[in-house]
């Protein structure tokens, strides 16, 4: 079996979901189509990631 961008994506997907992070399907956000993120979940997200080990 193959190990395409499908499956990355859907890995990741999953992975963000066992998180807490929910997933919705960006065609169907109501949002300004020249955003790409909702600025308080992306900054929740960002700080998540780069978070110092440590660091409460």
Same mark, same amino acid.
């Given at each position: 079996? @193959?190990?395409?961008?499908?499956?990355?994506?859907?890995?990741?997907?999953?992975?963000?979901?066992?998180?807490?992070?929910?997933?919705?399907?960006?065609?169907?956000?109501?949002? $300004?189509?020249?955003?790409?993120?909702?600025?308080?979940?992306?900054?929740?997200? $960002?700080?998540?990631?780069? @978070? $110092?080990?440590?660091?409460?």
């Amino acid at each position: 079996m @193959k190990f395409t961008e499908a499956r990355l994506e859907q890995a990741i997907i999953a992975l963000l979901e066992e998180q807490g992070y929910p997933h919705h399907r960006g065609d169907i956000l109501d949002r $300004v189509r020249r955003e790409m993120l909702r600025k308080p979940a992306s900054s929740r997200i $960002v700080q998540d990631c780069f @978070k $110092v080990k440590g660091e409460a």
